[in-house]
């Protein structure tokens, strides 16, 4: 999409400083806007910042604003404001949100209805979407435009909701169709450094360790490398860090996906070493956990024939072992692929995701999974028993240790 986005009023605090209250409407305006404008940016939408920070008088403001945004062939003009007069005192109710359009014929409707919808999720009341013709802007900028009002200003139950980070999400939720999770671990992706990603997948992957069976060594190397530390198209706009397809093994493992994709170009390696490239549907995911956790399935479950695809990689303690059963499994068709993922573990020491596995007298490496210790030897399939025959049957099967 292209789009246009502009704070509404001056932050000089002496013309067109907008609403004041127990907060400042055109600082937060700002903020706000500022947080769409990287949000949006990082999925690969084009965006205009519009906003005027200097303008003599409020139609001036506005002259400005529509001038700017009239420069540019976009698909909505987007303009974010805070409201005023409302409860003086706390009573338990907030004053709530509403969005403004020219009228009700206006392409932009559809826009405001998901934007009113998503802010109001965050507990606002939802005032509805409202018609007005009159407002400078949304009469005379030529895109389909809309003006937010995201709360009042002066109503502490507003104010106690508000957070200019969770107000810019639902705002870009509501601009793309996507759920407010997902806007928000996308902009998290965006804000992260590559250290700081590593660390965050690092985490992530040991949690989910505890239960797939799977190095978390293994899942964060392949998620550094396959989304490019979080900040490939695919992960920002669908938080695939994996790039997982829609279809892989015939879907027949138990997932939870829900059926979203998004589409887009990849390159695939031959053989021979050579490059062709496909457009191809990968899977879409509300949150970068419910990646992991469909991730975590496929490499534990996923058939080819009436075998596992990648037999042996759930509580298997050697990540290059694990890398060359992914790699044997097809999961991708780079040929240098195991050494690219040991390269990710070396280079951040990602075994200490991994915890620390304990050499027993007899030379034999224990873990301890949920309170319970086991061999790796008696303990390789502990993740693919439980996800297949559920805990009752697992405990039958493996020896605990008294």
Known sequence: MRINIHAGHNPDGMTACGAVGLIRESTEARSVKDRVVTQLTAMGHTVYDCTCNNGTSQQDVLKRIVEACNKNDVDLDVSIHFNAAANPEPDGKTTGM????????????????????????????????????GLYVLKHTKAPALLIECCFVDDPDDIA????????????????????????????????????????????????????????SVTAAQSILESGYGKSELALNALNLGGMKAELSGNSWASAWDGRTYIKDTAEQRADGSYYTVTAAFRAYPSVTAYLADHSAYLSGAMAGDSLRYAGVVGCRDYRRAFEIIKAGNYASSLDYVNKLCAAVERWNLTRFDGVASPEPDGSLWANIAGLSFTWSEASSFGQLLAQNGMQTVLRRVKILE
Not at 111 to 132: H, P, T
């Open 98 to 133: 509403e969005v403004l359009v020219f009228g009700k014929t206006s392409k932009a409707v559809p826009w405001a209805q998901k934007i009113a919808d998503s802010i109001a999720a965050l507990g606002y009341r939802n005032r509805g979407i409202k018609e007005r013709p």
């Open 161 to 216: 909701l508000y957070n200019a980070d969770r107000m810019a999400a639902a705002i870009v939720a509501g601009i793309t169709g996507q759920a407010a999770e997902t806007t928000a671990d996308a902009a998290r992706l965006a804000a992260m450094s590559q250290a700081e990603f590593v660390e965050y997948i690092g985490q992530l992957a040991a949690a989910d360790m505890q239960t797939s069976g799977i190095l978390a």
